[in-house]
C-alpha cells in the first residue's frame, strides 16, 4: 500500500465544513482533495444561523455569503421573552445553499481538488490512508452525523442506529418516525430502558417561510415537546427549524406555539422540508494513526444551542495545525467544544425532563446568566 501520495490532504464531506478544512489545508500550504458523491450546492436540516466566530473564521478563508445580521439570541415561551445582543460583531442568517455555494467556489479558486466519489474502505500504514482510490499523507473526516470514515476508522462508540441525514423527513413536515416507533422489548427493565432511550432521542425538521424577517434575533420559540429555531436568512425569507423527539410534525408543533404559529400564518412555504436525526453522536476519539474527525463526524450532542459550524470551522482549523500530533488534535478538540457539551448535555437533560416549562421562566429572572451562555457560545 504504500507509495508516493496523491495529495497531502484527503477530504472526506464536502460540506461547509469539508470545504472550510480543505481551504484551511491550502493556506497552510498544503495540496487538498474533497471527496463527495453530491453536487454543489447540497442542502439540509439546520438552523442556519452563524454565530459571531463562525461568520470571524469564514473571513479567515474570504469567504463573505449573503445573509441578514443577526444581533442575538431570545427564548420565548408564550408571553415571556428573554433576549441577550451579542456584546460584539452579529452573527448571520444565511440559507444553507448560500453558505455552501461560497464556500464552494472559494475553495474551487484555491486549487483545492474535487472528486465525485463515496468512501466505501479505508486502509492506512505508517506513512499515508487510502480511500476512494487515492492515497493522501492525511485524511480528514468531514461527512456529518452518520460518518462514513468514523465507522471504518474503528472510531464509532457502539451502534447508533435511525433515520437518515438531510432529506430523512418521513412525509411533509414529519421527521424521525421510525425513531419514536421501535419494536416492542416486552416487559420489564431492558423494556423500560429501550423506551426511554427512544425518546430521548432527538430530531431535526427544518422549513422556511416567505415572509419579511420581523426581528434581527433568532428566536428560540419553546414548545411543550420541541424547539422552533426562527432565522432571517434573506428579506423576504425566514428558516425554521424544529428540534424534538420522534415523531416530529411541523404543523403541530408550531400549532402549539401561538405566537409563532400568528407570523407565520398565511406565508408561503419555500422548498421542501429538510429533515436529520437522531441527533445524538458519540465517538471513542477523534484519531486514528492518519485518520482525524472534524465536525459533526467527531461526536453531536444537540443542535440546540445552534453553534455547529462554528465548531466544525474551529476544528478545521485545529486539524489542520495537529496533522502530526494526534494528541494534540484530541486536546484541541477538547477545548473547542467543552463549552458546547457541557451547556448542551444541561439544557437538553432539562428540556428533556419535567423541568423543560421553567427554562424560559428562569432565563427571564436570571439576564446575566442567559447573557453570560449566549456570549461563551457566540465566540
Not at 500550504?29 to 442556519?48: F, I, Q, W
Not at 452563524?50 to 463573505?64: E, G, H, K, S, T
Not at 462554528?310 to 482549523?317: I, K, P, S
Amino acid at each position: 500500500m504504500t507509495g508516493t501520495p496523491d495529495v497531502d490532504v484527503l477530504v472526506v464531506g464536502g460540506g461547509p465544513v469539508g470545504l472550510a478544512a480543505a481551504l484551511e489545508a491550502r493556506r497552510a500550504g498544503l495540496s487538498a482533495l474533497v471527496v463527495e458523491p453530491r453536487g454543489t450546492p447540497v442542502d439540509k436540516a439546520c438552523g442556519e444561523g452563524l454565530m459571531p466566530r463562525a461568520v470571524d473564521l469564514l473571513r479567515r478563508w474570504d469567504v463573505d455569503p449573503a445573509g441578514r445580521p443577526l444581533a442575538g439570541i431570545a427564548y420565548v415561551r408564550d408571553e415571556l421573552r428573554a433576549e441577550h445582543r451579542f456584546a460584539g460583531s452579529p452573527g448571520r442568517g444565511v440559507r444553507r445553499t448560500v453558505l455552501h455555494a461560497a464556500l464552494a467556489d472559494r475553495a474551487a479558486a484555491a486549487g483545492v481538488e474535487r472528486l465525485t466519489a463515496r468512501v466505501g474502505d479505508l486502509a492506512q500504514d505508517g506513512s499515508g490512508v487510502t480511500a476512494a482510490g487515492v492515497r493522501a499523507r492525511w485524511l480528514l473526516g468531514c461527512d456529518g452525523l452518520h460518518s462514513t470514515v468514523r465507522r471504518l476508522a474503528g472510531l464509532a462508540d457502539g451502534p447508533r442506529g435511525g433515520a437518515g441525514g438531510s432529506g430523512a423527513a418521513g412525509g411533509r413536515g414529519t421527521a424521525g418516525g421510525a425513531g419514536g416507533a421501535g419494536g416492542s422489548a416486552g416487559a420489564g427493565e431492558a423494556g423500560a430502558r429501550g423506551a426511554r432511550a427512544r425518546a430521548a432521542r432527538r430530531f431535526g425538521v427544518r422549513r422556511h417561510y416567505r415572509v419579511a424577517p420581523w426581528t434581527d434575533l433568532v428566536e428560540v420559540h419553546w414548545g411543550r415537546r420541541a424547539e422552533a429555531y426562527v432565522t432571517p436568512v434573506a428579506p423576504d425569507l425566514v428558516g425554521v427549524a424544529l428540534l424534538g423527539p420522534a415523531p416530529l410534525d411541523v404543523d403541530a408543533e408550531l400549532a402549539a406555539m401561538p405566537a409563532l404559529a400568528a407570523r407565520l400564518a398565511g406565508a408561503p412555504v419555500d422548498a421542501a422540508d429538510r429533515g436529520a436525526g437522531p441527533l445524538r453522536q458519540r465517538t471513542r476519539a477523534r484519531t486514528a494513526g492518519r485518520v482525524l474527525l472534524v465536525g459533526d463526524a467527531s461526536g453531536y450532542v444537540d443542535a440546540l444551542t445552534g453553534e455547529g459550524l462554528r465548531l466544525g470551522f474551529a476544528q478545521a482549523v485545529a486539524a489542520v495545525a495537529h496533522l502530526d500530533d494526534p494528541a494534540g488534535y484530541e486536546r484541541a478538540w477538547a477545548a473547542a467544544t467543552r463549552d458546547y457539551r457541557l451547556l448542551t448535555s444541561t439544557l437538553v437533560a432539562v428540556a428533556t425532563s419535567p423541568l423543560r416549562g421553567a427554562l424560559v421562566p428562569a432565563a427571564v429572572r436570571l439576564p446575566p446568566v442567559f447573557a453570560g451562555a449566549v456570549e461563551r457560545l457566540a465566540r
